[in-house]
């Protein structure tokens, strides 16, 4: 079955730093990677739309300065959540769409960020 | 815009018994729809999917789901539960973008 991995599952810093969360389909090309966020207890928001070649599309409310989205090749997309505060702590997840026809998403195992 | 809609935040039952866990979604047009299981801190597992066809879908872990357009809901179930389906329960709909719109969902605790 198709495969997205992320990098890393787990990751703490420190508020004003940056940090850049890999997102990577492992046996299958994606042309349009989705990346949600999740707070506890809550539902998957969807934060872009990735597509590669081109700018990523976000949704309202979310700062494109601040989560910049890369999607540079079939299989990568990265998000770098720049200028850490607390309040970006939170569960992040991707997901990838397959080139072709088929409106299923395959999901990343998740990248837990917390900012201190 | 589509709106997915979960109605039960927190569900008990008891190992051996039957589930429904109840979705209901607003779309225009004819929905894709999914069930996602996610266990804590964890990503997102696939139960089902529903495109076209036959309304009743079978999917994993002998999960499955009946979808009523009449009803515009896709109710998740399943005869018998086991203590390891504990978890979160995610229906979802494909939204403009080709993204998902998720439900609030639904968190399924099991007594034994």
């Known amino acids: 079955g198709a495969v997205v991995s992320q990098h890393p599952s787990r990751v703490i810093c420190k508020s004003g730093t940056s940090v850049k969360i890999e997102c990577r389909s492992l046996?299958?090309?994606?042309?349009?990677m989705f990346w949600y966020r999740q707070f506890p207890k809550q539902s998957l928001m969807l934060m872009a739309t990735?597509?590669?070649?081109?700018?990523?599309?976000?949704e309202q409310g979310v700062e494109k300065d601040k989560f910049l989205i890369n999607h540079a090749s079939l299989t990568l997309s990265t998000l770098t959540v720049t200028s850490a505060h607390p309040e970006d702590s939170s569960f992040y997840i991707c997901?990838?769409?397959?080139?072709?026809?088929?409106?299923?998403?395959?999901f990343g195992p998740g990248t837990r960020l917390t900012v201190t | 815009a589509q709106s997915v809609t979960q109605p039960d935040i927190h569900i008990t039952v008891s190992e051996g018994a039957s589930l429904e866990l109840r979705c209901n979604y607003s779309?225009?047009?004819?929905?894709?729809l999914f069930w996602y299981v996610q266990s804590p801190g964890q990503g997102l597992q696939l139960l089902l999917k529903?495109?076209?066809?036959?309304?009743l879908v079978q999917g994993i872990k002998g999960f499955e789901a009946e979808f009523k357009r009449s009803q515009s809901s896709f109710n998740l179930r399943k005869p018998s539960v086991h203590w390891s389906d504990a978890a979160e329960y995610f229906c979802?709909?494909?939204?403009?973008?080709?993204?998902?719109?998720f439900g609030s969902g639904t968190r399924l605790q099991v007594q034994p």
């Open positions: 997901s990838a769409r397959d080139s072709g026809i088929s409106f299923e998403q395959y």
């Open positions: 046996d299958f090309q994606a042309t349009t």
């Open positions: 990735s597509n590669e070649g081109s700018k990523a599309t976000y």
């Open positions: 779309y225009g047009a004819t929905p894709y």
């Open positions: 529903y495109f076209s066809g036959d309304t």
């Open positions: 979802a709909v494909v939204s403009g973008r080709r993204a998902l719109t």
